[in-house]
């Protein structure tokens, strides 16, 4: 018996308990037999030794027997060491119970043994007490010991002793089996979860390894504690291999093989089929590909599952564990190999369907030549994963493409695009990086070639390809490569110059001084002339980062707009980029109201795409408006949320926004807020970014560093703040400043920033891409004019407290409204109850104010009110009902089924597997995996909820449209005829302006400034 240290307890606590239980019966003088059964590996001994050595602790005695393999053994070898262990007097003679073929005789002559052994184990017990017999590998034992531990079992009884006997229960003789079980307890074990193989793995190697390496080990050992060991010590050894490449231990091959050797040599080929197809096969294809009668196949099939490597469940065949998988493969000779994938792949390619391309692809590649059928069937397979979503699939299956289309020479535009392919679904894998590399290899090869058209893909590229949704604005070589290609593409490739054109304007913007706009301006202007929608929505946004000041917030919004429409139709990508642009816009000009539409149309949109690149501003924009309302525990979770999302895309701007919310959030806490992430890499940047300056001057402040802060503020300030021009960050870079000067009292400058501030009054302050909102213009310019000793301030603060009210951000009312009460201004709120001759529509808590004239008359919140609300909002603008439904609408028109009956199963079946698998992540706070998971699961449920109606019935594509349509109409229907009942005149001009549809628009007869 060894000493097997701490692991030997890892998932095995309750059978421990079992066997302590039996110790416990045995110490009032109740014996029993318990048997420990499993696969080799299992930890059947281990287990032995762990109570062994827990008894021997407690005072009892042990005897500890092992069972040999062979014929080599004398008889009743294991019970002469059991009396050995009990230090036995008495001599038994075990060639009494040897037999001469006369099964009467031969039972006769074993009793007086069997008396003796019996005898000596009850003068143990009155010598030593409690005693622990431990017999391993029973399996291997002759008949005589197994029939001798029944008869031993039958009399345990009234005796202070506890038999533990461990098997493997595909290796023991059946009978003796039904003859213990009638007398003893059975303990079988089971492999480790994958928990567990994570501490074993811990145990062995002294660090717990990730979940992903964890969860890969349990899937290819099937949990079995010897092959986690073998396998780990390998990991540990070579850090840079993941379980699936570690070659079979030794220690695991030699308990394969003999398992394998129990199987007859045409069943072993049958085996090699199925290892060649994987882990497990449909019975037809193992079939097809071994060429034999069905009943042959079968019958082989049958005497390796009697071996325990394989399991039969209907018409699937599956190994009993990857590694009898590997070590089957591994055994098959390299032609047979080659020949049984070339099988395989035929086999599977006669009559494919899309999910089959993946192995057809798999097989091609593995029978060496084939390069042409292997290149097609990864492009195929590449296609099928990209369509479903799974990016880094895709590219795996792209990047197997162009290798076998380089075997072939084929014609290098075929080869590159299988490359720009594989870069694509890298960058949306989140794995930019490695995309990178590709870009600039592509680059290389299309330089090289004198192809321009692949140069410019591979500069678009850089910038997360044509959407642009993250481009890097520090990056010498994309720039470098963009005008490279710009100068290189014809005058006549008229969309892509427009492409590259747009992309610089917003690459080089800060690494050389270019004119954004002019550039900007000129790409909308080629791709319109080139009527390419795609890239007019591109270039559009390209424009709006060009003129990002407040001072156009309006046009922005107007290409906003259209961009949105474009992208509904062409690309969802480029519609989320116009959303990201309206939202900004609506957030400058205070509607937080349609900035909260915006937010969960971007969602809807972004959930269909299930790109963390994407999915990250979500939370990022909830934690917003949760600041607004001065949530700032739920502030706290959105910042993690939208960390842990955008982390998966290794996106720079989900930390610097996740952080600029949380650094506000502290602010308003009353905590000091952290340095900016990257912030010293960024100092090289501050004389050409004027915000990024502001950003460091802010963040210096709020942490206590008045004195660094102090020096950015000196750095900007001597000019007067010229540097601050026409950006994204002027008014947050201007209030960054305030609050230095006001903290120096600094009164020039103070009058200066006062007049840099109040030709943008009427604009909220916004940081970043919606990374924080503000509050009003108005709430600084109070402060200023305040401390300037200026009677405006008393305006000032009563239009902060009006925007605020308006915006429904009753955080920043109640900030404004302490401002006021500082500064000495009172009586400065808005009633509700005046009279106006504005028209209203505004909402305040849990009401709508509305009015034409006269008295505003509070009314109850309900989806119509804020229907109405959005459309008013946007007159003129026709809206989709999708943009006003809480649930996924499409748009397609077609008259077939949403989801056939094959993809609904399989929805459902991938729906289980996500509750399994959230809630192992949940368990383990992995909240990456948690949201990957979360996205994922959103996505199934709502194609699912689209697709299936009442009673389960497959729903027709349109049904879910047109159910939108009648339910919006009805909302705004009842919600007008409630206005009506309080202002007549209002009701009757909604009614007459207000047209509903699958689009819903405000048209009315003339313009008006309404209070929303």
């Known amino acids: ?90 001599t038994v003679d075990v060639g009494a119970a040897g037999g001469d073929g006369v099964e009467g005789v031969a039972g006769a002559a074993r009793f007086p043994v069997y008396a003796a052994v019996l005898e000596v184990i009850e003068d143990a017990c009155s ?18 010991s197994a029939a001798l531990l029944a008869f031993v079992a039958l009399r345990l009884r009234t005796l202070p ?45 002294g660090r717990r390894p990730p979940a992903s390496v964890a969860s890969d080990l349990h899937d290819r050992c099937d949990g079995n504690p010897l092959f986690v060991r073998e396998l780990s010590r390998l990991l540990a050894a070579r850090p840079e291999a993941s379980p699936g490449t570690i070659p079979l231990p030794g220690g695991v091959r030699a308990v394969l093989e003999r398992r394998l050797a129990r199987v007859a040599q045409p069943a072993v080929e049958v085996l090699e089929v199925l290892a060649v197809l994987g882990t497990a096969a449909s019975f037809n294809l193992v079939v097809d590909v071994a060429g034999d009668e069905r009943a042959v196949v079968l019958d082989h099939l049958a005497s390796a599952e009697r071996a325990g490597l394989i399991e039969i469940d209907g018409d699937e065949v599956r190994f009993t564990h990857a590694l009898v998988r590997d070590a089957v493969y591994e055994g098959v000779g390299g032609s047979r190999r080659a020949e049984l994938h070339r099988r395989a792949a035929a086999a599977l390619e006669h009559g494919a369907r899309e999910d089959d391309w993946a192995a057809v692809a798999h097989h091609w590649l593995r029978s060496g030549g084939h390069a042409d059928r292997a290149a097609r069937a990864s492009r195929r397979a590449g296609d099928r994963a990209k369509a479903r979503r799974a990016f880094a699939d895709a590219a795996g299956h792209y990047e197997r493409a162009a290798e076998s289309l380089a075997t072939l020479s084929a014609d290098e535009s075929v080869i590159v695009d299988a490359e720009l392919e594989r870069a694509d679904m890298l960058l949306r894998a989140g794995r930019p990086h490695e995309a990178r590399d590709v870009y600039f290899m592509v680059a290389d090869r299309a330089r090289a070639g004198g192809r321009p058209n692949e140069l410019a893909h591979a500069a678009l590229g850089l910038g997360a390809g044509l959407s642009g949704f993250e481009v890097s604005l520090d990056d010498v070589e994309q720039v470098e490569l963009l005008e490279e290609a710009l100068a290189a593409l014809p005058d006549d490739e008229t969309s892509l110059r427009a492409a590259v054109m747009a ?68 690309d969802h990508s ?42 990250f501003y979500v939370p990022l924009w909830r934690g917003m408006r949760a600041l607004s309302h001065g949530r700032l525990d739920d502030v706290a979770a959105f910042v993690a949320e939208t960390a842990s999302i955008g982390a998966a895309a290794s996106s720079v701007n989900s930390e610097l926004l996740s952080a600029t919310l949380d650094a506000w959030r502290a602010v308003f806490a009353g905590e000091p807020v952290l340095e900016i992430p990257h912030s010293e890499s960024f100092m090289d940047m501050i004389d050409r970014s004027a915000g990024l ?38 008014l947050v870079s201007l209030l960054a400043y305030v609050e230095v000067a006001l903290a120096l009292g600094d009164e020039p400058r103070l009058a200066v920033l006062y007049d840099r501030m109040v ?58 409204e302490s401002i006021a009460s500082e500064l000495g201004v009172d009586r400065v709120r808005v009633s509700t109850a005046t009279v106006t001759d504005e028209p209203h529509f505004r909402r305040t808590g849990d009401h709508w104010i509305v009015a034409w004239s006269g008295d505003p008359a509070p009314m109850p919140d309900s989806k119509g009110m804020r229907d109405l609300a959005v459309l008013l909002a946007h007159p003129g603008v026709d809206v989709h009902v999708s943009d006003l439904t809480g649930g996924r609408v499409g748009v397609d028109r077609g008259t077939g089924a949403i989801l056939d009956r094959r993809a609904r199963d399989e929805y459902r079946r991938r729906l289980a597997e996500l509750d399994a698998d959230l809630a192992e992540a949940e368990a383990h706070h992995d909240r990456g995996r948690v949201e990957k998971a979360r996205v994922e699961r959103d996505f199934l449920v709502a194609e699912l909820s689209a697709a299936v109606g009442l009673g389960g019935r497959p729903r027709v594509r349109g049904d879910d449209v047109e159910r939108a349509r009648k339910a919006v109409a009805a909302r705004i229907k009842q919600a007008i005829d409630r206005v009506e009942s309080v202002d007549a005149r209002l009701g009757r001009h909604l009614r007459n302006s207000i047209r509903t549809g699958t689009t819903c628009s405000y048209e009315p007869e003339h313009p008006f400034e309404w209070r929303l």
């Open 1 to 90: 018996m060894t000493n097997v240290g701490r692991d030997a307890v890892i998932g095995r606590r309750g059978e421990l308990e079992v066997l302590d239980e039996a110790l416990r019966d045995a110490d009032r003088g109740t014996g029993r037999v318990v048997l420990v059964s499993g696969e080799p590996g299992i930890g059947k001994t281990r287990l032995a030794e762990e109570a062994a050595r827990r008894a021997a602790g407690d005072g009892v005695a042990v005897a500890w027997a092992s069972c040999c393999e062979g014929d080599g053994a004398p008889p009743l070898w294991p019970w002469l060491q059991v009396l050995d262990g009990l230090g036995a007097a008495t």
């Open 127 to 144: 010598r030593l007490g409690r005693l622990l017999i431990v017999i391993d590998d029973l399996h291997w034992a002759d008949d005589d």
């Open 161 to 205: 002793v506890v038999i533990v006997a461990t098997f493997r229960p595909d290796e023991i003789e059946a009978r003796h089996v039904a003859a213990l079980t009638r007398v003893a307890e059975q303990l079988p074990l089971d492999g480790l979860s994958t928990d567990e193989v994570a501490e074993l793995v811990g145990s062995v190697t």
């Open 503 to 570: 992309r610089l304007a917003v690459a080089g913007f800060f690494v050389e001084r270019i004119d954004a706009r002019s550039l900007a301006t000129e790409a909308v202007r080629l791709a319109r002339a080139a009527r390419d929608p795609r890239t007019v929505g591109y270039a559009l946004s390209a424009l709006c980062d060009s003129i990002v000041g407040p001072e156009h917030s309006e046009e922005r919004l107007r290409h906003a707009d259209e961009i949105i429409a474009i992208g509904r139709e062409m």
């Open 574 to 615: 480029i519609e989320l980029l116009g959303r990201r642009l309206r939202l900004r816009g609506l957030l400058e000009v205070g509607d937080l109201l349609a900035a909260d539409v915006e937010v969960a149309a971007y969602a809807r949109v972004a959930d269909r795409l299930r790109q963390p690149l994407y999915s």
């Open 693 to 730: 300056t502001g950003g460091l001057t802010w963040s210096s402040f709020h942490s206590g560093d008045l004195d660094r802060a102090r020096w950015f503020y000196e750095h900007v300030a001597t000019s007067d703040f010229a540097s601050i021009g026409d950006e994204a960050e002027t």
């Open 759 to 816: 030709p943008h009054a009427e604009r909220c302050v916004v940081d970043g891409i919606g990374g924080a909102w503000l509050g009003s213009t108005h709430l600084q310019l109070a402060r200023i004019a305040h401390a300037l000793g200026r009677g405006v301030g008393r305006e000032h603060i009563a239009a902060a407290i009006e925007v605020h009210r308006r915006a429904n951000a009753p955080f920043f009312q109640l900030i404004a």
